[in-house]
């Protein structure tokens, strides 16, 4: 038999029935579900944070800045009630207009801009202000006469001695009699309410009939004028209207501005509550949000340490506890491959996290490094809004006071040309000799130009803007060019020069446009040829186009003169730029006829065209189109001198009784011509508050309201003579605003206050009878 050895038995295998998942996908399990549940958290967080974060970024990017706006407003609204109380309480006129000039100032704060309404009540607010400036200084200067008036009255009350006792009973009374009536009248001058001064007044008149008159003059003279007891009184009352009328627009202005102020102040105390209400109520609903989630995380995290434990560090705690057996007892280490595989896969795992936090942060350096540029160019971007913004301000600064430019101006050119076109009008009509209507006619047309060329500075910033506005009429094309011949033919004699019109056969003689336009372009052209010429002549043409289209036209002023260099040709046509600047100390001129010639000629549809040689001429041409009218017109002299005439006639069967408010000396002598032979009688007012006052002392079938007078404009004084005709009643008369304010948005202003009918300077006589007997119905 063999002999039996001893041997160690092979190891069991392990069971197959039951097989234990390995450790890194176990491991790998209870990461991805610890990943999911901390972004869980992390979602409802962050989505809390970032409604709070919107939130808050436009509360502080639109809900602060417009509360912050609003308060500005507001305080800017209070600080200009101070001003108003300033000006209406100052005694000292330097103060008043320094405060009246923060005032102005303050009411160009573009704080008001962003509401439109808030902006009118400030500059209606501002007007108010001024008013009560101006009946301050008037106030003031009626107040200087009184004191000067009360320090004489005060003087003859002292030097009145009584009478010796040896006068007789009567003169002793009179002695009595004027020094009581130099009381009262003393007391007239220290009244403060109308009250108080008609009882003085009562008394002061009731005395005046006790006391020799002729001595009390004499004794109440000054350097030779008698001082008037009725100037003292009405002054008197004059001081006591002005304060009444300083008090209610105070009253007024006062109360606009609180209620402006308390209301801006109450809305941007609501909107702001209500914001940071609606803030708190997001970070309450996120923090409990939060708190739910973190509540839930903490409570699975928890279980997630017991399962790793369990099945995590427990058979790791046991492989190292083997190896440590193995290696003290120098044994082979037999683990099963599960471990082995587990071993191989934790070491995995380190060396690729290792790589992986190398990384992120790299990755990090380059996320700070991208934020650091975007924050340097949000800041640049900032600083860059900023200066647009203040150029933006600036600009618009620049343009306003441009319009105020023009609007002023054109205000005071067209009051005197009023006048001037007026009297030529009239010379016309005293059947002046051949040669003397030749010399009107000629005064006359360039008074039109005149007038053209201020409408034109007027309507420049609209051409820049491409709002002008063409106006079309039935016109002659060869009174067009007649007129521009008359108007040049004796400058072109003065230089020895032609001038010529022709007129092309087939060109049609009459057509629809705007003639002051077409007129301005060819004058101009003219202008400038005539210029630039030395001999030869200059030649105005016009012919039907080559297209043969009915009522195209080709138009072209040809000169002799020095012509332009080709380098020039380019700029020719720019603002303010002539050949070259020699030219310019030579010949004068502004450089801008070209470059208004050339946009007119574009809105009207066509182009200005330029052919020039030097030393040899130059000639511009362009073409436009017109309608043609139906019928043919009325001879335009003649059919205006015969219209006013039976304008003439028609009123005077029915004369007409006219209140005229005009502060121009000249514009009443004016208008007192034109209604010379119509029978009308004429009030006249020389400021709105003495038109308001006799409109209410009497009725009237018109009144001819001038805009812009002193003491109180036409804008206010309309307002009151409606609101005057709504409180007793009466029918509305027709009010015609005869204003030199002669922009687009003057009529809308004038009619907005109550105004029937506009009429800009310069007037004519046949538009102003027209106007009247069309109001009062006679046509």
């Known amino acids: 038999m063999p002999e039996k050895t001893d041997r160690p038995s092979p190891p069991a295998p392990p069971p197959t029935g039951h097989k234990k998942p390995a450790l ?29 974060g919107d939130l808050a970024e436009n509360t502080r990017d639109s809900v602060l800045p417009e509360i912050f706006d609003r308060q500005r407003t507001a305080i800017n609204l209070e600080r200009l009630g101070r001003f108003a109380l300033i000006i209406h309480k100052a005694d000292d006129p330097k103060k008043r207009r320094a405060f009246r000039l923060a005032a102005k100032i303050l009411s160009q704060d573009t704080a008001f801009d962003a509401n439109p309404e ?111 007891q009725s100037a003292i009184i009405d002054t008197k009352r004059r001081i006591l209207n002005m304060d009444m009328a300083c008090n209610k627009t105070w009253d007024e202005v006062n109360r606009d501005l609180e209620t402006l102020s308390a209301s801006l102040t109450a809305n941007a105390a609501i909107e702001a509550s209500q914001r940071f209400t609606t803030i708190a109520d997001e970070a309450s609903a996120g923090l409990n949000g939060g708190l739910t989630g973190l509540i839930i995380a903490i409570s699975t995290m928890i279980l997630m340490l ?40 934790i070491q995995t795992s380190v060396e690729l996290s290792s790589t992986l936090m190398a990384e992120i942060t790299h990755r990090t350096q380059e996320l700070e490094q991208t934020n650091a540029a975007l924050e340097k160019e949000i800041a640049e971007r900032i600083r860059t809004e900023r200066e647009l913004g203040r150029a933006k301000e600036a600009a618009e600064s620049a343009d306003k006071a ?19 076109l007026g009297m030529a009008e009239l010379m016309l009509e005293t059947d002046p000799t051949p040669e003397q209507r030749k010399y009107i006619e000629i005064f006359k047309t360039s008074g039109h130009h005149l007038l053209g060329i201020i409408n034109d500075v007027l309507d420049i910033s609209k051409i820049e803007a491409g709002q002008l506005c063409l106006e079309t009429h039935d016109t002659t094309l060869s009174d067009v060019l007649d007129k521009i011949h008359l108007l040049y033919r004796t ?16 060109t049609p003689k009459r057509i629809m446009a705007d003639p002051i336009r077409i007129g301005q372009i060819l004058t101009n052209l003219v202008d400038n040829a005539i210029k630039f010429t030395h001999q030869g002549g200059v030649s105005i043409e016009a012919h039907p186009a080559p297209s043969g289209i009915e009522g195209e036209i080709v138009f072209s002023v040809s ?132 038109a308001v006052n006799k409109f209410k002392e009497k009725t009237y079938d018109v009144v001819l309201m001038d805009i812009q007078m002193p003491v109180m404009d036409g804008f206010e004084a309309t307002r009151l003579l409606r609101e005057h005709e709504r409180q007793t009643g009466m029918q509305p008369t027709p009010i015609i605003a005869v204003t030199a304010n002669a922009l687009s948005e003057d009529r809308g202003r004038c009619i907005e206050a109550g105004c029937t009918f506009y009429l800009a300077k310069p007037v004519s006589k046949a538009t102003l009878l027209k106007t009247l007997a069309s109001t009062v119905g006679i046509v």
């Open 491 to 506: 400058k072109a004699d003065d230089k020895g020069l032609s001038l010529k019109v022709v007129v092309g056969e087939g």
């Open 559 to 690: 000169d002799t003169g020095i012509g332009i260099p080709p380098e020039a040709q380019r700029r020719v046509f720019d603002r303010f730029t002539q050949a070259d600047s020699s030219t310019t100390r030579q010949y004068g001129g502004t450089g801008l006829g070209l470059s208004i010639s050339r946009r007119l000629v574009e809105i009207m549809g066509g182009t200005l065209r330029l052919n020039s040689s030097p030393k040899r001429g130059t000639t511009f041409s362009f073409t436009l189109r017109f309608p043609l009218p139906e019928q043919a017109p009325e001879s335009g002299a003649e059919a205006t001198r015969e219209e006013v005439r039976h304008l003439t006639d028609m009123l005077r069967q029915r004369p007409v009784s006219i209140l005229l408010a005009e502060d121009s000396d000249s514009n009443r002598e004016l208008l007192k011509f034109y209604l010379a032979h119509a029978g009308c009688e004429i009030d006249f007012a020389e400021n709105g508050l003495e």
């Open 306 to 345: 017991v399962l790793v434990r369990r099945d995590v560090l427990t058979p790791i705690s046991k492989t190292v506890q083997a190896m440590a057996r193995a290696r003290d007892s120098h044994a082979p280490i037999d683990l099963p491959e599960a471990r082995l595989r587990e071993m191989h896969e």
């Open 118 to 228: 808030i902006r009118s009540k400030v500059s209606r607010c501002y007007e108010a202000m001024e008013r009560i400036a101006i009946i301050r200084g008037r106030q003031d200067v009626l107040q200087k006469r009184l004191d000067e008036d009360e320090s004489l009255l005060r003087e003859n009350l002292a030097s009145l001695q009584p009478c010796s006792p040896k006068a007789s009973a009567r003169q002793r009374a009179m002695n009595r009699a004027e020094r009581v009536l130099l009381i009262h009248l003393l007391h007239v001058l220290s009244s403060n309410s109308h009250q108080g001064l008609e009882q003085t007044v009562k008394t002061v008149n009731e005395l005046s009939n006790k006391v020799d008159t002729a001595r009390l003059d004499a004794r109440l003279a000054r350097n030779g004028t008698t001082i008037s």
């Open 402 to 420: 441009k319009s105020d430019f023009l609007a002023g101006m054109s205000h005071e050119i067209r009051t005197p040309m009023n006048t001037i």
């Open 24 to 52: 890194i996908p176990v491991l790998s399990m209870y990461a991805v579900i610890a990943v999911i549940l901390l972004s869980g958290l992390g979602v409802i967080v962050g989505k809390a944070l970032n409604t709070i």
